[in-house]
């Protein structure tokens, strides 16, 4: 595994960002501690070889996108991680698709120094808002993030994992007034002002 830059959290643990986040431990840790609990329907598997071609395909033409691959290590174990990339749609957003701490390293902070990690190199990067989505019943996860300043943003029905919670977290302030606003949060209301265009 390539370390590009690291970070100390305490003792033998440190947050290391990688090229690749190594394939055996990666698969195995998914497989045991997230899909184990929260099983997907792999309805890809059941595509003809055509179709599979032509989202291989597809996948090839977002290659370049940013992503960040982070690997929480305890010494040289890995001991938990966190993937993600630059929206496709919203390209000023960056999607925290997968992050994972093994559970005998849980309700130590671990997950929310990672979490942290990922919100200072996005911001570093100019992104404006980060997204993630979760499984409605990972509460750790969920409460984890709303006190780092997520917001529920929405609900999907997911052919894969189920229903999911969305969340988002804003860099920009205008941004994180307007979906206040937009909410219901009327002392935001300013933003209006702010944000319409003025007639001439």
């Not at 189920?162 to 977290?169: A, H, S």
Request: cysteine-free; aromatic content about 8%.
């Amino acid at each position: 595994m390539e370390i590009l830059e690291q970070w100390p959290v305490r003792d033998e643990i440190k947050i290391a960002k990688v090229e690749k986040l190594p394939e055996k431990e990666y698969l195995e840790q998914i497989n045991k501690h997230l899909l184990e609990t929260y099983p997907s329907l792999p309805w890809r598997d059941q595509l003809d070889e055509q179709r599979k071609g032509q989202l291989k395909e597809l996948k090839q033409r977002v290659k370049d996108r940013y992503e960040i691959r982070l690997a929480l290590l305890d010494g040289n174990k890995m001991i938990g991680w966190s993937y993600g990339w630059q929206d496709s749609v919203h390209h000023g957003d960056f999607y925290m698709a997968a992050s994972l701490v093994l559970p005998e390293y849980r309700h130590q902070g671990l997950y929310s120094t990672l979490v942290k990690k990922i919100l200072e190199e996005t911001k570093k990067e100019g992104f404006s808002a980060l997204r993630s989505r979760h499984v409605m019943t990972n509460s750790p996860v969920i409460i984890a993030k709303l006190k780092l300043g997520f917001t529920i943003n929405g609900f999907e029905q997911d052919e894969t994992m189920g229903t999911l919670i969305r969340m988002i977290y804003h860099h920009d302030e205008v941004r994180k007034n307007a979906t206040e606003f937009r909410a219901g949060n009327i002392h935001h209301r300013d933003v209006l002002e702010q944000l319409t265009p003025t007639v001439q």
